[in-house]
């Protein structure tokens, strides 16, 4: 074997996975012309295209399809052997990053990241906010955090963070004006703010349970939001009913700018799950984020 026929071989599965020069630079750390260059050199190399380039995208050619399936395991078998060589040669350290909702920064990053970097100085951490469904080791993300039921049955999921509900509120000035529901079916004559996923474009159904009787409302409103946050200030302002995460009414509801409405009804929310590609090893730094986070859970 030729001491060059390894080269561009890692960055040829980061364009490959990425679907882009500009993707697998971010992922490799590097600038995009040596993503290029490196792949120029690679197809030289091999002596066909591995490629289809246009000025939007980035696709394989059929050999290039091949040559993936063949090379990715014993890619990922070196990278893997040598993270863990470096995991035995020092304590955690390298860049963690993360993609996750804003629900999940708010509810179990955010309280707990000041603490878990001053105990890892050798780790740094990006945070991807992004509330669509993503393919994370395509993207080049160590792991994500998504409610229980979006995470897919061939990742591993460790839950995380505290317990969550749906919360019904609304503004006390919007209840004065129309009315206190008293039972789910009475906010179909309501102006409620409505969430559109991003992921699937479409709107969120509210659920209800109690006593063993279940619904869904497609409820209605003249608001559609796609951030939560902006949400509870439209809630705030008086524009209608919401139905938000518990976390974040909380401190509106206990200064009195918002009151919780049919609390009876609203069932707890699937655990937040942090999750990550079914490997035989979890690289230290994602390890160490794992049992802090359980510890912080503990607590």
């Given at each position: 074997m030729r001491q060059?026929?390894?080269?561009?071989?890692?960055?040829?599965?980061?364009?490959?996975?990425?679907?882009?020069?500009?993707?697998?630079?971010?992922?490799?750390?590097?600038?995009p012309s040596a993503v290029s260059q490196a792949v120029r050199q690679l197809e030289a190399r091999v002596g066909v295209p591995?490629?289809?380039?246009?000025?939007?995208?980035?696709?394989?050619?059929?050999?290039?399809?091949?040559?993936?399936?063949?090379?990715?395991?014993?890619?990922?078998?070196?990278?893997?052997?040598?993270?863990?060589?470096?995991?035995?040669?020092?304590?955690?350290?390298?860049?963690?990053?993360?993609?996750?909702p804003r629900a999940a920064y708010m509810f179990v990053l955010r309280p707990a990241i000041g603490r878990f970097l001053r105990a890892y100085p050798d780790i740094a951490v990006e945070v991807s906010i992004d509330s669509a469904l993503v393919d994370i080791v395509?993207?080049?993300?160590?792991?994500?955090?998504?409610?229980?039921?979006?995470?897919?049955?061939?990742?591993v999921g460790v839950r995380v963070?505290?317990?969550?509900?749906?919360?019904?509120?609304?503004?006390?000035?919007?209840?004065?004006g129309r009315g206190t529901p008293t039972h789910p079916?009475?906010?179909?004559?309501?102006?409620c703010i409505g969430f559109r996923f991003a992921s699937s474009g479409q709107l969120e159904r509210w659920d209800f349970e109690k006593d063993g009787e279940t619904m869904t409302l497609p409820v209605t409103?003249?608001?559609?939001?796609?951030?939560?946050?902006?949400?509870?200030?439209?809630?705030?302002?008086?524009?209608?009913?919401?139905?938000?995460?518990?976390?974040?009414?909380?401190?509106?509801?206990?200064?009195?700018?918002l009151v919780r409405l049919l609390a009876d009804w609203t069932p707890p929310l699937p655990d937040l799950t942090l999750y990550y590609p079914d490997r035989r090893r979890v690289p230290s730094?994602?390890?160490?984020?794992?049992?802090?986070l359980r510890a912080e859970n503990a607590g």
């Open positions: 060059d026929q390894l080269d561009g071989l890692v960055t040829f599965v980061a364009v490959a996975e990425t679907r882009g020069f500009s993707a697998a630079a971010v992922r490799l750390g590097v600038t591995l490629f289809n380039r246009t000025t939007r995208s980035v696709s394989l050619t059929e050999a290039g399809g091949r040559f993936l399936e063949r090379i990715r395991p014993a890619v990922q078998e070196l990278a893997s052997a040598a993270e863990e060589l470096a995991d035995n040669a020092a304590r955690p350290s390298g860049l963690l990053r993360l993609n996750v395509g993207l080049g993300f160590d792991a994500g955090i998504r409610f229980g039921g979006s995470v897919e049955h061939d990742m963070g505290p317990p969550l509900a749906n919360c019904i509120v609304a503004a006390p000035r919007y209840l004065a079916r009475e906010l179909l004559a309501h102006d409103g003249r608001l559609v939001l796609n951030d939560v946050a902006m949400m509870l200030e439209a809630t705030i302002d008086g524009i209608g009913i919401a139905n938000l995460i518990s976390g974040y009414a909380e401190r509106a509801i206990e200064d009195g700018r730094k994602l390890r160490a984020l794992i049992d802090f």
